[in-house]
């Protein structure tokens, strides 16, 4: 499925193991990322579209120790 411009839906993936919680992800994307109550990160829309989709590109950008990763939904 093709969306967004032409660009494929993503599906958000997160390694709580690797979590640091920084809380960027959160910061830089409220609709996507949320943080429990030791600060680790929590998926709230696995596959996020149009700004949320962007938004969620940023956070695992952003995120210190690479623990967020956007992949190909499907």
């Not at 910061?27 to 700004?51: I, K, N, R, S």
């Not at 695992?60 to 499907?74: F, N």
């Amino acid at each position: 499925m093709v969306v967004n411009g032409g660009r494929r839906n993503q599906r958000v993936e997160a390694d709580a193991a690797r979590c640091v919680a920084s809380g960027q992800c959160a910061v830089t994307a409220p609709l996507v990322f949320d943080q429990d109550e030791d600060g680790q990160v929590v998926v709230l829309t696995a596959e996020p579209v149009g700004a949320a989709a962007q938004q969620a590109r940023e956070a695992a950008a952003r995120c210190p120790v690479s623990a967020l990763r956007l992949r190909p939904a499907g």
